[in-house]
Nanobody
């Protein structure tokens, strides 16, 4: 069992930056690829980024390439999502999710952290 807790959301002006964190409980954190998803008001949840167990493989959604950076620190059981040059359309609840592999089904979800970007 892995529990995921997202932090770092908040209200920020367009053009600003945020770093979201996804902290995991359990000693097997390194066994999971970690994804970030987001869900904007009134929209479907969408994939944002994923990082492999070792951190050696990273994939981003086309819509966030160049502005979002995912990283992980397995010693701290934490995955980060750095978001730069924030846009109002980045407003969403951001969720992290654990899977056994990059293309595997999600096994565990966090409860999300809200990011609101004002114009």
């Amino acid at each position: 069992q892995v529990q995921l807790v997202e932090t770092g959301g908040g209200l920020v002006q367009a053009g600003g930056s945020l770093r979201l964190s996804c902290a995991a409980s359990g000693r097997t954190f390194g066994a999971y690829a970690i994804n970030w998803f987001r869900q904007a008001p009134g929209k479907e949840r969408e994939f944002v980024a994923v990082i492999s167990r070792s951190g050696g493989t990273i994939t981003y959604a086309d819509s966030v390439k160049g502005r979002f950076t995912i990283s992980r620190d397995n010693a701290k059981n934490t995955v980060y999502l750095q978001i730069d040059r924030l846009k109002p359309e980045d407003t969403a609840v951001y969720y992290c999710a654990a899977a056994f592999g990059i293309n595997s089904d999600i096994k565990y979800w966090g409860k999300g952290t809200l990011v609101t970007v004002s114009s």
